[in-house]
């Protein structure tokens, strides 16, 4: 599993592309969004062609990924403190 936190740094960035890499995933680097929470990043199977039906993943500030060993995909975590109530 890998957390991409919110307020992601150029650090953070470079871990998440080693633990990608890994995998066989890599960030498109054609798609790039920012918002107040941070960078979201796109994700997708290495050389993989948009046209073949590979969609990626976008991963947004705060959430935590998870790799199967096929697919990558976000992990809903249990709510807790404040918010939970």
């Known amino acids: 599993m890998y957390e991409w936190p919110r307020e992601a740094p ?12 890994g995998h066989g995933w890599e960030i498109d ?5 920012t918002g107040a929470r941070g960078p979201a990043v796109q994700v997708r199977r290495i050389g993989a062609a948009w046209q073949d039906g590979e969609p990626g993943l976008l991963i947004l500030p705060g959430e935590t990924v998870e790799y199967d060993g096929e697919r990558m995909h976000t992990v809903v975590r249990p709510v807790t403190g404040a918010a939970a109530g």
Request: no cysteine; glycine share 0%.
């Open 29 to 33: 680097p054609t798609v790039f969004m």
């Open 10 to 21: 150029d650090t953070d960035a470079a871990v998440l592309k080693q633990w990608l890499t």
